[in-house]
């Protein structure tokens, strides 16, 4: 892993560190493509599922699914996001989606703006390890930033995120070299002029031993 990725990473999290009580102000209810997503998903996976979010953040959207029946196991990098959780009441836990292993097998997985703060180089094995930690059939939802390239953007606050782009038929390509289906796919423009990709899609064979490969886990 370069040091680009490293700094770029580090950087992205404490930047949310700053900001998360603001943040989970200003997202506190799913709405849009979001809300229409998290259905899908809830469909998709038995009512008593098990799920495990990535990037759970302040936790609105594993309320939003748990309201239907599934357990979401709520993950997040950034503690202050964990800390704001279990203020709530909620159970929550520190998790790396580049290092840290997933667990499993899961009925769903569950990462709503997360893997635009995910390096490209590190993409392909954060795959991996989704598929890796899904029951074969199982779901796997997930939005990213349209577009080209990566670059850093600056937050009211001031704070800096780094942002990679993705094309629509690329990052599908690579969810189905992990072992990934597209069964639907929206676009929707949110507080940016960039469009985002949202993408629900299903493991359809048992490619678990493959992926861990791929991952470098044991």
């Not at 503690?79 to 290092?99: C, N, P, S």
């Not at 800096?160 to 969810?175: E, M, N």
């Not at 990934?180 to 949110?190: C, I, K």
């Not at 985002?196 to 992926?211: H, P, R």
């Amino acid at each position: 892993m370069s040091q680009h990725t490293i700094t770029s990473n580090r950087e992205t999290v404490a930047s949310y560190e700053r900001i998360a009580r603001d943040y989970a102000e200003s997202t506190a209810s799913p709405d849009g493509v979001g809300s229409a997503a998290l259905r899908r998903l809830v469909v998709a996976v038995p009512p008593t599922g098990q799920i495990l979010e990535i990037g759970s953040g302040p936790g609105w959207d594993a309320d939003f699914v748990e309201s239907f029946g599934p357990t979401v196991r709520r993950t997040d990098i950034t503690r202050a996001f964990v800390e704001l959780q279990r203020g709530r009441g909620k159970q929550a836990e520190v998790l790396d989606a580049i290092y840290d292993e997933y667990g499993g097998p899961y009925d769903a997985v569950l990462a709503l703006c997360v893997l635009l703060h995910i390096e490209r180089d590190d993409t392909d094995r954060v795959l991996a390890k989704v598929a890796a930690a899904l029951r074969p059939g199982g779901s796997f939802l997930v939005s990213v930033r349209e577009g080209v390239g990566e670059q850093w953007e600056v937050g009211e606050s001031g704070s800096r995120y780094h942002v990679v782009f993705w094309d629509g038929d690329d990052f599908r390509a690579r969810l189905a070299a992990a072992g990934l289906t597209t069964t639907w796919a929206a676009r929707s423009l949110e507080d940016s002029d960039e469009p985002w990709l949202t993408v629900l899609a299903t493991k359809t064979s048992d490619t678990t031993d493959e992926n861990r490969n791929e991952s470098g886990a044991e």
